[in-house]
């Protein structure tokens, strides 16, 4: 079996032991590990019968079941300790150390991790890695290492490009709209009749097409679409086995994980090149929303401040291969295809969604009906079936390196240990997210609408049941995720859109080779932590356009 198809280590105790060895000897490289325990009171540290090699197989190789421990030792502790492998990781939870994870400080820091990613995952050349180790300046305006060039400054520049063309609301706004006039394009074209018969279409299927193709169209242009004709397909390729190789696996123990990042990577560094070379860069196109050589904003300015910091062609493919393809992608997808099942599954749900949807249209100038994007995210039960889609099937370990010696719950954590929060953990906490009759660890659609009175009725209010501590499936603090914001609008008009478009009625479950099953989609276990969960089974479904 070649264990490079698969999202988490699946290996004979053989292999197993040699992926430890890879693993830890990466970690190493990256992070030196802490010999110095002090004589300072450290938290308690869960049971590992084998030191050292127990709780990081377990980690690796099965993060429900490490999960489920995790959960049970936080029963009566906000925090216990860890081995994976040489590393000590401290897990959390608790609304004060949550806090302390995302509150800016110098003691604690997300940058190592984003080495690491940049290494492994974009395959960034050394040099360019170098800048980034050897930058102390910062991510804020103001440099921490007085004096630092302004050329210089990469983890400004970078926190810049994020913050101004994917968080700002100018822009998301318009990656938004753009989607939308895609995302209808697609839909339209492959559905042209109005009324007609009914078509069958499975809907995980149809999301991991449709939504992602729409997506890096808004994002990054269709020239890269036309120019890479199975672009999708290697996206989905990388995404099963991204994971395999964050830490550094060697090549040889996933080769098959290795030669679809090549795939993927060395086409969109191909592309990035030709489109260079074809791109007027001396023109004034800084204020157009979208063209189809970078696409939007964000797309221009990531290649115009990747020429200017004069990176290596191979780190330039490595952003627009994983930031761009894989970070646009990863969960939004999953998670509107968890909704939309979510819809079929309850008829008078859909029918809610229809009716809310149907108030956020509006008329252009030349007549077409589009959804309004700010009206679109007031709609309150959406906004509640949003919230739940992340809390239930978004499992993420948001982490930070202890860069000084910090204080948490009155115990010491020492330098170069790692401190992690699980969504898996704060997302499930049915002290908070726990209903009468709907228990944290179901899907409910309802949890977060308050029904108020109004006249002779009740109307929904949205209200969300967690605190920011509570819920944090895009991270926090710094390096919370900068494309939140789209990838908001991107699933809540995704799910408008079909719900208020098409009539949809349950045939099948179906698993994803298209064979029948005989039960409906669970998370698929391989990529717990990862962020969001796919389901592991495909929804058939019968469907037919209404207008």
Known sequence: MDAGKHGHLSLPKGLA?????????????????????NKTRTPPMLSDPVPYITNTYQYLANMNKFLSRATSALQNTNIFGFHLGPKTVFVITGAQNIQSLFRTSPNISFESFFLMAMQTLWLAATDDLAKFRNDKSGRAATPAAPGTAPEKRYWHGLHSLMHKYLEQKKHSDSLAQTYQRFFTSRLVSQFPVV?????????VRLMKSEMAYSAIASLLGTRILDTIPNLVDLVWDYDRVIVNLLYGAPRWLFPGAHAAQRRILSACTRYYQDASAEYDWDASEEEVDWEPLFGSRWGREAARWMRECEFDDKTCGGLLGTT???????????????????LVKDPDLFRVIRAEAETAYVATESGERILDVQKVLTLPILQSLYIEGLR?????????????????????LPAKSIIQAPTGISHLNEQVWGVEGHPANEFWAYRNVRFVEQGDKKVPVFEMRGRPTDFFPYGGGIAICPGRNF?????????????????????????????????????????????????????????????
């Not at 032991?17 to 325990?37: G, Q």
Request: glycine content about 8%; overall charge neutral.
């Open 487 to 547: 990838a908001k609008q991107e699933i809540m008009l995704t799910v408008a859109m079909l719900a208020s478009r098409f009539d949809m009625e349950f045939v099948r479950w179906e698993k994803m080779d298209g064979t029948r099953s005989d039960r409906e989609a669970r998370g698929d276990p391989k990529y717990a932590g990862a962020a969001g969960v796919p389901p592991d089974r495909d929804m058939r479904v019968r469907w037919k356009r209404l207008w």
């Open 195 to 203: 009324g007609g018969e009914w078509t069958e279409v499975r809907i």
């Open 392 to 412: 239930v099937h978004v499992s993420f370990n948001i982490s930070r390196e202890v860069v000084n010696q910090v204080e948490m719950e009155g115990y010491t």
């Open 17 to 37: 032991l040699l992926a430890l060895l890879a693993i830890s000897t990466c970690f190493l490289f990256w992070m030196a590990p802490n010999r110095d325990r």
């Open 324 to 342: 761009g393809m894989m970070g646009l992608n990863a969960s939004t997808v999953p998670i509107t295809g968890w909704l939309v099942m979510e």
